[in-house]
């Protein structure tokens, strides 16, 4: 039976903390007495065992500081600015941040505060410390660049985080770093090189059922939640794609309104699987706000075990099932077609260790359906409030491939409006808004802006966000909080991105980059071209789903994006919608 996640936590504290009574009684001991000093009074010994945990961490914490400045000096850089403040550890800004994820804009709940305030303040690099612990926080693309390529063997994503997101992701190919991570990503690698067609017959199947399922809310006088669509559609898809073998989320059925008469069934197996999917990545993000601490939050039981134990009970005996006939034939494939092959197939074939083949597709399947699906959401959100962008990507969706044909590769790379609504939408709503590394070493990032090098300690969690720096106007333009495809076209290509390509980074960069990305830009682009094939027009429905509306204060923002916000942005591993985003849509005339 596991040890609770809380009586570890108390267990290593204690036996960190019982050092100093344990060197004050070496001392009375061996030092004192035999130099004729008579005993320490009984109040000093009971006094000193009291304070010493107390006494312990404030000396590790002064002397670490003292250490980092002093190594920062001989270097010739300066440790990052941060927000001081009285309250130890900063506990007010943690459980400010938890407060405020209940109402907070994205971007302003990982901190007590405004983001912008902070960056305004402080500029785009500085400390975000709390509960005694260094977190740099950075948006600088010279920064990001630096952790995620030129530098890419000083960081990881660290021990405490591994442990962290261990009965999440296990040893899978985003929870790894070194030899492991080298591992998980030769495997992974051969088979996301090869841009199949069957994909696309993948992508048809599922995209015609879900538009189906659209088309009669539509008859019935339902708005649709685009989420919904979304998150089922690419969860079929990506099961499908990793096992042969599809969740068939979609014949669960869409959901309802809040106010309809007639609900989904929460007791679908598909619709559980999901529920479980969204519990297990919200309790894993809280943790990573909370540091060590998450284990008093949790202190009898891991909360991420039982969601998982629903995953589960799907995800194992696929992956027993493919073992089994490991013997027998190629598993996943039929005849000798390796159009066919799935990627657990491709797995089972290199290895028989059952939880290295679940924990790597679990990953990938994470990867796969959240970060499309939230694309999806988003792009279709934008493209309900912006209706000239919506008529001129269908316009070019009906020259390129018509009412009702299916795309092929070739139409895709030849719709450059598509893919810029694509890549605006990843600018703005960037699927991953927050990530992180582990320094491996004192590591100095050097000075820019005229400013001076910043010296960051082994160890330290790098923070980067790269929705945040999507949305700098330095970067990007004086424009760069309004929704703008062309941006991806014109003049602006040149004088920002091009120039300057590390400042768009929807898929990280360096040696982990996404593997899915083509994938993933096939995916969106197919499902979109179907859905503006079938409707001409959507728009938003406010009053289909109270309870998905962002709070009324954001209207009062100076923030442009805040103030002119219809959906509530909310993020866990991944960015999502809160409660959906509900849309009416209106049948095409053919």
């Avoid at 405004?114 to 785009?124: M, S, T, V, Y």
């Avoid at 284990?295 to 629903?310: G, N, R, S, Y």
């Avoid at 092959?341 to 939880?355: A, F, G, I």
């Avoid at 990305?517 to 197919?526: D, L, T, V």
Wanted: glycine fraction near 6%.
């Amino acid at each position: 039976m596991p040890v609770p996640p809380g009586i570890s936590l108390l267990a290593t504290t204690i036996s960190r903390a019982s050092l100093f009574p344990a060197t004050l009684a070496i001392l009375d001991h061996f030092v004192l007495r035999p130099y004729g000093i008579h005993d320490l009074p009984t109040w000093v010994t009971v006094a000193t065992c009291l304070l010493s945990p107390l006494t312990a961490f404030s000396v590790q914490l002064l002397s670490g500081d003292l250490i980092n400045y002093v190594k920062a000096k001989r270097a010739g850089a300066v440790l990052p600015p941060h927000n001081p403040t009285w309250v130890p550890g900063a506990v007010h800004r943690v459980l400010g941040g938890l407060k405020a994820e209940e109402t907070a804009y994205l971007g302003n709940i990982p901190i007590r505060g405004i983001l912008d305030d902070l960056i305004l303040k402080l500029g785009h690099t500085f400390n975000l410390r709390s509960l005694f612990t260094d977190r740099i926080f950075t948006t600088e693309p010279e920064y990001i660049k630096l952790i995620l390529a030129t530098d890419f063997d000083h960081y990881e994503k660290g021990t405490v985080m591994r442990k962290m997101l261990d009965p999440l992701l296990g040893d899978g190919v985003f929870n790894s770093d070194g030899a492991m991570w080298r591992f998980h990503r030769g495997m992974a690698r051969p088979f996301f090189s090869k841009d199949r067609i069957s994909h696309f017959e993948m992508f048809d199947r599922h995209a015609t059922d879900a538009i189906k399922q659209v088309k009669e809310r539509v008859k019935q006088g339902y708005a649709v939640d685009v989420q919904d669509v979304a998150s089922r559609f690419t969860l079929d898809s990506a099961t499908e794609f990793l096992f042969g073998m599809d969740i068939r989320s979609l014949s669960a059925g869409l959901n309802y309104p809040p106010s309809a008469p007639v609900q989904s069934s929460k007791n679908h197996p598909a619709n559980k699987f999901a529920d479980a999917f969204l519990t297990a990545q919200s309790v894993v993000f809280k943790r990573s706000r909370l540091n060590e601490a998450w284990k008093l939050v949790e202190f009898w039981e891991d909360k991420v075990i039982e969601p998982m134990a629903v995953i589960g009970k799907v995800l194992d005996p696929i992956v027993q099932n493919a073992l089994r006939k490991k013997g027998e034939k190629k598993v996943g494939a039929t005849g000798d077609n390796p159009e066919e092959e799935t990627l657990l197939s491709h797995l089972v074939n290199l290895t028989d260790d059952p939880k290295l083949i679940r924990d790597e597709t679990f990953n990938i399947m994470i990867a796969g359906r959240d970060t499309t699906a939230s694309t999806l959401t988003f792009m279709l959100y934008m493209l309900s409030q912006k209706p000239q962008v919506l008529k001129r990507l269908r316009r070019e969706i009906l020259d390129h491939v018509g009412s009702s044909a299916r795309p092929t590769h070739e139409d895709l790379r030849d719709m450059k409006y598509l893919r810029a609504t694509i890549n605006e939408t990843l600018r703005l709503f960037s699927p991953v808004p927050f990530n992180f590394r582990h320094a491996t070493q004192d590591v100095i990032w050097p000075a820019t802006r005229g400013g001076q090098p910043f010296f960051i300690p082994a160890g330290t969690r790098c923070i980067y966000s790269v929705f945040a720096m999507h949305r700098r106007t330095d970067l990007w333009g004086p424009d760069a909080l309004e929704f703008d495809p062309d941006r991806f076209l014109d003049e602006r290509m040149k004088k920002y991105l091009i120039p300057n390509p590390f400042i768009f980074l929807p898929f990280n960069a360096g040696p982990r980059i996404c593997l899915g990305q083509q994938f993933a830009y096939n995916e969106i682009s197919f499902m979109i071209i179907r859905l503006l094939q079938a409707f001409e027009d959507i728009t938003w429905d406010p009053e289909a789903s109270p309870q998905s509306l962002p709070p009324p204060e954001w209207a009062k923002s100076d923030n442009l994006r805040k103030k002119e916000e219809k959906v509530w942005l909310r993020s866990h591993l991944t960015m999502y919608a809160k409660n959906g985003y509900w849309v009416k849509f209106k049948e095409a005339e053919h």
